[in-house]
T-cell receptor, first 114, second 112 residues
Framework: QQQVKQSPQSLIVQKGGISIINCAYE??????FPWYQQFPGKGPALLIA?????SEKKEGRFTISFNKSAKQFSLHIMDSQPGDSATYFC?????????????FGTGTRLQVTL | KAGVTQTPRYLIKTRGQQVTLSCSPI?????VSWYQQTPGQGLQFLFE???????NKGNFPGRFSGRQFSNSRSEMNVSTLELGDSALYLC???????????FGSGTQLSVL
């Protein structure tokens, strides 16, 4: 009940295209949904996060869409750039009274080609 | 502002040994969380400390332990190492036990 399922496992997008990564969760008690970006040899870095009281949040080229009834959320990267090539993780938190205990998805390896 | 610092960066141990990993959070951050990252299991929560108290613990055996000092620095210890403990151990800090976790680059532990 605490799983977060992420798809696709890998994604190849042309420069300038839109990258879309999807996640689904089971436990409705989750109330915090961040996305992290990880480059090789580095720790994950917070990109953008959303709470379930809003359906969309946009920061620059990154947008989270959230569907509470379907228990799904997605990351859209607009105008994808080669520098966006990294592994992206969705996560869910808020259980046990803290957003620090995150349940992560399995990751999506994004490659943006020229 | 300096980021989260983890030492050492790489570590090689043999089965049965124990290991201690260190984490210095961002200045002013009082919460430190630890995660294990492996290709097979992904990122898994180990534990969280706030003001020297363990607030949450993940589903790991008792061989995994941690502590936090009064200056918010944290250590985690793994005793009786097993091959399956080979992983990247990540430390993350936050201002309180809340959002915006800032991760360090991790300690890559190899158990031979």
């Amino acid at each position: 009940q605490q799983q977060v399922k992420q798809s696709p496992q890998s994604l190849i997008v042309q420069k300038g295209g839109i990258s879309i990564i999807n996640c689904a969760y089971e436990n409705t008690a989750f109330d915090y949904f961040p996305w992290y970006q990880q480059f090789p040899g580095k720790g994950p870095a917070l990109l953008i996060a959303i709470r379930p009281d809003v359906s969309e949040k946009k920061e620059g080229r990154f947008t989270i869409s959230f569907n509470k009834s379907a228990k799904q959320f997605s990351l859209h990267i607009m105008d994808s750039q080669p520098g966006d090539s990294a592994t992206y993780f969705c996560a869910a938190g808020g259980l046990s009274g803290t957003a620090s205990k995150l349940t992560f998805g399995t990751g999506t390896r994004l490659q943006v080609t020229l | 502002k300096a980021g989260v610092t983890q030492t050492p960066r790489y570590l090689i141990k043999t089965r049965g040994q124990q290991v201690t990993l260190s984490c210095s959070p961002i200045s002013g951050h009082r919460s430190v969380s630890w995660y294990q990252q492996t290709p097979g299991q992904g990122l898994q929560f180990l534990f969280e400390y706030f003001s020297e108290t363990q607030r949450n613990k993940g589903n790991f055996p008792g061989r995994f332990s941690g502590r936090q000092f009064s200056n918010s620095r944290s250590e985690m210890n793994v005793s009786t190492l097993e091959l399956g403990d080979s992983a990247l151990y990540l430390c993350a800090s936050s201002f309180t036990t809340g959002e915006k976790l800032f991760f360090g680059s991790g300690t890559q532990l190899s158990v031979l």
